[in-house]
Each structure stands twice: as structure tokens, then as C-alpha cells.
């Protein structure tokens, strides 16, 4: 594609780069594509749980960071990367800044127009995480065994013709506990970004993506780049949107916005 598209913000989280089902490939081709002023790495970009166990990292994810380095050089982009639960070992050096393109951080303040988003990668209101992180690895081995299910499930719908299709997205859509924990989830942080005196609220964590207005807060989720492969973009006119990377636009030679990106949500105008 001759002209890249240009975003003038762009958050992806939850790309778990270091185990078998992270789609460190699919996230390297989407960011080729375009041209964006600030680029906020929400969390769990690397999964620091799954690499002391049994995870590997392999050139694909190295592919990703010499792709990012290559934004900030190319596009002058700043890059935000914001620690998750899963990436906690960037504890020990944040916060960390190099230069004024790169720095590491807990959380961040985006103005947006005339508005301001609180972007955090959400665990600090997961209790699980926080407070029993004994039980976030027990759930983080169940969680690998779906994705793992997941894997296979999609091979078998590819073999078949079929789109790619999430597991987990269903689980969680259809068992009341994760409904709950997730309503739960989106209002704790409506709350927070009050608190902050914002006007909305980004995240990612509970792998949900979504863009809604809550009360007097606009709350959006980047979703799960390994489940979902969404992300958030913002335009120059101060438009949200979620977007979907479509794996079959990659190898066409000249592919539309719509093509490239697949399905688009609605989008919420903040300027």
C-alpha cells in the first residue's frame, strides 16, 4: 500500500509476546501499515509469567520491537509502554525514559482535543492479580490451555474454510462470574478516571474490547491483540474507534481501508 494510513494515536495490549499463541506476526504486519504520531503499548506485551515457565521467545517477537524502533525512527512516533500484570518485572526499572521517543510507565494521561483519557492497563483493580497472585497463575494455566484448544479449533476452521473464531471470547460472554466481573471491572474504572478529573478511560487486561459512554465517562478497551486482534486508533479530528486486523488484507496488493482493517466500531468523537 502506497500511502499509510496516518493515526495520530494508536493503543494495542495484550500481545503476550514469548508464548506458542501470541500473534506477533499479525501485530507487526498491522503496524507496517500505517504512520501514527503516539503509540501506547497497554500491557502485557511481554509475558514475563509464561518465559520463566515454559515460553520461548522466538525472532517473530524480536521482529515486533525492531518494527516499533523503526516507527520512531521513520515517523519521529513516541512510544508509550505501559507495565501490565503479565510484564511486572518492569517494575524494577520503571519509570524509565529514554530520550523523548520512548518511556516505560505505570500509567498516562492522554489529552485528546479538550479531554483527557486515563490510560492504565487495568490489573490494579483485579484482586486476583493483586492480592493472590498465587490464583493469577493457577487461572493463567487454564488460560493457556484455551488458547491452546483455541489453536487447534482454528486450524481445523481454516482447514475448513471458516473465519477464525474465540474460544474464550464465548466462555466469557456466556458464564455469568466473568459477565459480572466484568461490568464490575468497567465501573471501577469509570470511577478512577473521575478521580483523576478525566474524561474517559482506557484499558485492556480483561481481553474485552469496547467503546462505550458510561455516565459522564467515555470507557474504552483495546482488547486482546492474541484473541481479539483489535485495537484503539484516534484520527486528527479527535474520532475513536475500534479497529480489526483482517489476516487475508495482508496479501492483497492493494487493499482498502475496509479491507485492511475489517470490521470497524462505532467511533465516539472527544474533540
Given at each position: 500500500m502506497k500511502n499509510k494510513l496516518h493515526f495520530r494515536t494508536i493503543v494495542i495490549s495484550d500481545l503476550h509476546l514469548g508464548t506458542t499463541g501470541s500473534k506477533a506476526k499479525e501485530v507487526t504486519n498491522f503496524l507496517k501499515?500505517?504512520?501514527?504520531?503516539?503509540?501506547?503499548?497497554?500491557?502485557?506485551?511481554?509475558?514475563?509469567?509464561?518465559?520463566?515457565k515454559y515460553g520461548a521467545w522466538k525472532k517473530k517477537h524480536t521482529a515486533f520491537f525492531k518494527t516499533v524502533l523503526k516507527m520512531m525512527d521513520d515517523y519521529d512516533t513516541k512510544v508509550i509502554y505501559l507495565r501490565g500484570n503479565h510484564d511486572d518485572f518492569l517494575d524494577q526499572i520503571m519509570p524509565l525514559k529514554l530520550g523523548k521517543q520512548f518511556q516505560i510507565r505505570k500509567d498516562y494521561i492522554l489529552k485528546s482535543g479538550d479531554k483527557r483519557f486515563y490510560i492504565?492497563?487495568?490489573?490494579?483493580?483485579?484482586?486476583i492479580t493483586t492480592?493472590?497472585?498465587?490464583?493469577?497463575?493457577?487461572?493463567?494455566?487454564?488460560?493457556?490451555?484455551?488458547?491452546?484448544?483455541?489453536?487447534?479449533?482454528?486450524?481445523?476452521?481454516?482447514?475448513?474454510?471458516?473465519?477464525?473464531y474465540s474460544l474464550s471470547q464465548v466462555v466469557k460472554q456466556r458464564v455469568k462470574a466473568?459477565?459480572?466481573?466484568?461490568?464490575?471491572?468497567?465501573?471501577?474504572?469509570?470511577?478512577?478516571?473521575?478521580?483523576?478529573?478525566?474524561?474517559?478511560?482506557?484499558?485492556?487486561?480483561?481481553?474485552?474490547?469496547?467503546?462505550?459512554q458510561m455516565g459522564d465517562v467515555v470507557y474504552m478497551n483495546s482488547g486482546d491483540?492474541?484473541?481479539?486482534?483489535?485495537?484503539?486508533?484516534?484520527?486528527?479530528?479527535?474520532?475513536?474507534?475500534?479497529?480489526?486486523?483482517?489476516?487475508e488484507a495482508k496479501t492483497a496488493k492493494e487493499p482498502t481501508i475496509s479491507e485492511f482493517f475489517g470490521q470497524r466500531e462505532r467511533l465516539v468523537k472527544v474533540s
Open positions: 501499515q500505517y504512520k501514527c504520531r503516539k503509540l501506547i503499548l497497554n500491557g502485557d506485551i511481554i509475558d514475563g509469567w509464561q518465559l520463566k492504565t492497563h487495568g490489573d490494579v483493580f483485579d484482586s492480592h493472590m497472585k498465587w490464583l493469577a497463575y493457577l487461572g493463567d494455566v487454564g488460560y493457556t490451555f484455551l488458547l491452546w484448544i483455541n489453536k487447534l479449533y482454528n486450524h481445523y476452521r481454516n482447514w475448513q474454510g471458516l473465519p477464525y466473568a459477565v459480572n466481573y466484568i461490568s464490575d471491572f468497567e465501573e471501577k474504572l469509570t470511577e478512577l478516571a473521575r478521580s483523576r478529573n478525566c474524561d474517559g478511560i482506557i484499558c485492556g487486561h480483561i481481553h474485552q474490547p469496547a467503546i462505550r491483540w492474541v484473541e481479539s486482534l483489535s485495537a484503539l486508533v484516534e484520527d486528527y479530528n479527535g474520532n475513536w474507534s475500534l479497529i480489526y486486523y483482517n489476516e
